[in-house]
């Protein structure tokens, strides 16, 4: 799993990278933090960006989100994403707790 970003020009999106040798089905979360860590920007508030029942194997899926909020240029921020085995109707992280991170990548807003 791996959290990362991609800019163009303006527009900045979240990415989420993930593989697995053997097929397996996951639910995958993403979501913004401010450079601290400390709060959610985007979303702001829980549920976080879901993709469910994702089967992975070796190929490996990538999925990109807009950041749907204004940015300001040359702050850094976080990108974080957060897996777990498939469970139908599984809640996702609590993204308003600052305590709940997942993997997190930094990105500087440029």
Partial sequence: ??????QRGDELYMVAQWRSAASQRLDV???????????????ADPPAIGYYNM????????????IGVPLEKGRRY???IYVLPYKPNQPGPKISNPEVDGLMAGVLYE
């Fill in 29 to 43: 979360w993403i979501w913004l933090k401010d450079a601290t860590g400390s709060k959610a920007l985007y979303p």
């Fill in 78 to 80: 976080e990108v974080c």
């Fill in 55 to 66: 089967t992975t194997g070796s190929a490996g899926f990538i999925k990109k989100q807009k």
């Fill in 1 to 6: 799993m791996r959290p990362g970003w991609e």
